[in-house]
């Protein structure tokens, strides 16, 4: 994915404050909402771990929560 297009759908999901899941290249990975953004990073509130911070360059996957 190309780091405009993730920047875009980042900054759709956080203004619609859409439940989000992200896989990143070091193999974790996070499901929630987006409350804050940063210039490199954003903070994720987890549903499990809580508020998270994650690196825009370690997200390798980025889409909307499907749930179970």
Partial sequence: MEMD???DMLD???KKQVTIHID????????GLII???EKFLVINDRVVG???VLF???KILERFKGK
């Fill in 5 to 7: 297009e993730l920047m």
């Fill in 12 to 14: 759709f999901f956080f």
């Fill in 24 to 31: 990143t290249f070091g193999d974790s990975f996070y499901n």
């Fill in 36 to 38: 804050e953004m940063h």
């Fill in 51 to 53: 508020e998270t911070p």
């Fill in 57 to 59: 360059s370690e997200i």
